[in-house]
Nanobody, 120 residues
Framework: QVQLVESGGGLVQPGGSLGLSCAASGTRFFSMYIMSWYRQAPGKQRELVARITSAGSTNYGDSVKGRFTISRDNAKNTLYLQMNSLNAEDTAVYLC?????????????WGHGTQVTVSS
């Protein structure tokens, strides 16, 4: 069972920056997981923010391209999200996801999330 714990959320002014972390435990195979950040704002559907594969390939949601950067440190079992040029529309709970396919079955793990609020 993989446990994911997000940290780094908080209140930031528009135009500011914030860095999130997601620490994974309970697995020796962190490097094999596809790791993602999702976010969910009140009244809205959960949306993909960014994803990084085991090989290091990345993709981003259209609304964050050029502003957010996802990275991972497999030696530390940690996922990161650097968020720049934040605006009010980025306000949401940010959740970490770990996914792995084994013999055709995909297993997903979720953290509890960390709140990011962008406001002046």
């Amino acid at each position: 069972q993989v446990q994911l714990v997000e940290s780094g959320g908080g209140l930031v002014q528009p135009g500011g920056s914030l860095g999130l972390s997601c620490a994974a435990s309970g697995t020796r195979f962190f490097s094999m997981y596809i790791m993602s950040w999702y976010r969910q704002a009140p009244g809205k559907q959960r949306e993909l923010v960014a994803r990084i594969t085991s090989a290091g390939s990345t993709n981003y949601g259209d609304s964050v391209k050029g502003r957010f950067t996802i990275s991972r440190d497999n030696a530390k079992n940690t996922l990161y999200l650097q968020m720049n040029s934040l605006n009010a529309e980025d306000t949401a709970v940010y959740l970490c996801n770990a996914a792995r396919s084994v013999i055709g079955t995909v297993t997903n793990y979720w953290g509890h999330g960390t709140q990011v609020t962008v406001s002046s």
